[in-house]
């Protein structure tokens, strides 16, 4: 028999999360569902280059939604996961800067940046967010654990999971993220 006590707490969960415009208007689940539609649809329509970031799970996040927002949302997406670059970046610059340096050459005003830390906390990420940030670019976020973190109040729009685990944060960080390219998909079909 299937343990539904997990499935409850997931659900109340994602029934909990917060989806922000700035640091201080939320939005309500489907009007912020909403607002990330219209976000990703402008970055679309405009080809801006599209990043995903994160570390741990997050990075595999970050990397699958690479592939889908390109594959099946028709979106210019570049990942930044290449082993070399990575390893290059951390070697010479230091962990921090594995997403900062490699964005300092290759974002241009008018992109978005999406950055997944469940712990909001990670210094190679909010490294990453300021230096889009002083290029021009657009920024989401995705985080959990403490309301008070970093990164969410670094986010243009800021999704916020109100769970201190990672497994619940990061796949309801997915669950979003894919509902968004799947509505995309749905909307404008896949052009390959």
Same mark, same amino acid.
């Given at each position: 028999m299937m343990n539904s006590a997990y499935i409850? &707490?997931?659900m109340?969960? *994602? $029934?909990? @999360?917060k989806i922000y415009v700035g640091t201080n208007i939320e939005l309500d689940y489907e009007a912020g569902i909403d607002k990330l539609m219209e976000c990703? +649809? $402008? =970055? $679309?329509? *405009?080809? #801006?280059?599209?990043? %995903?970031?994160g570390n741990g799970g997050s990075s595999a996040i970050a #990397? =699958?939604? @690479?592939?889908d927002f390109m594959k099946n949302g028709g979106m210019n997406t570049y990942s930044l996961y290449d082993n070399a670059v990575i +390893?290059?970046? !951390?070697? /010479?610059? !230091?962990? /921090? #800067?594995?997403? #900062?340096?490699? *964005? !300092?050459? *290759?974002?241009?005003e008018g992109d978005l940046l999406v950055a997944i830390s469940s712990s909001g906390n990670s210094a190679n990420i909010c490294k990453a967010i300021e230096a889009a940030k !002083? $290029?021009?670019?657009?920024?989401? +976020? %995705? @985080?959990?654990f403490r309301p008070d973190n970093k990164v969410k109040q670094m986010g243009d729009i800021s999704v916020y999971v109100p769970v201190e685990k990672y497994g619940m944060a990061e796949s309801i960080h997915n669950l979003i993220l894919q509902q968004?390219? /799947? @509505?995309?998909? &749905?909307r404008d079909g896949v052009k390959l």
């Open positions: 409850r &707490e997931f109340s969960v *994602l $029934k909990h @999360t990703f +649809t $402008k =970055h $679309k329509e *405009l080809r #801006s280059q599209i990043f %995903f970031i #990397s =699958h939604m @690479t592939a +390893t290059c970046m !951390g070697n /010479d610059y !230091g962990y /921090d #800067s594995i997403f #900062s340096r490699p *964005l !300092g050459f *290759l974002a241009k !002083g $290029k021009g670019v657009e920024i989401i +976020t %995705f @985080t959990a968004v390219v /799947d @509505t995309i998909m &749905e």
